[in-house]
């Protein structure tokens, strides 16, 4: 099993930043990517961004240029930066791990998720 637990949401102002980051624990081999979704209310839950282990970034394109992933293999830790924040961006965000290789995915684990809400 994978246990990954979130921090960092919170209540901001348009234009803002926030950070959230994630923390891996338990069965951590074979992990494919690491990354975050976002579900906002009345919507479906959508990638926001992801990477592998060979730094390999996959963005929404609606956060590519405000958004950066990073991950820390040795750690077993991924962060989302968020800068210049939109109301549109309020959602819970969650944390998520696939397993796998190629294209090839074994398994999927997510965190409990942490609300992010901007104010304009």
């Known amino acids: 099993q994978v246990q990954l637990v979130e921090s960092g949401g919170g209540l901001v102002q348009r234009g803002e930043s926030l950070r959230l980051s994630c923390a891996a624990s338990g069965s951590l081999f074979n992990i494919h990517s690491m990354g975050w979704y976002r579900r906002a209310p009345g919507k479906q839950r959508e990638l926001v961004a992801s990477?592998?282990?060979?730094?390999?970034?996959n963005y929404a394109d609606s956060v590519k240029g405000r958004f950066t992933v990073s991950r820390d293999n040795a750690k077993n830790t991924v962060s989302l930066q968020m800068n210049s924040l939109r109301p549109e961006d309020t959602a819970v965000y969650y944390c998520n791990l696939k397993k796998g290789s190629g294209s090839y995915v074994s398994g999927e684990y997510w965190g409990q998720g942490t609300q992010v809400t901007v104010s304009s």
């Open positions: 990477v592998t282990g060979e730094g390999i970034t």
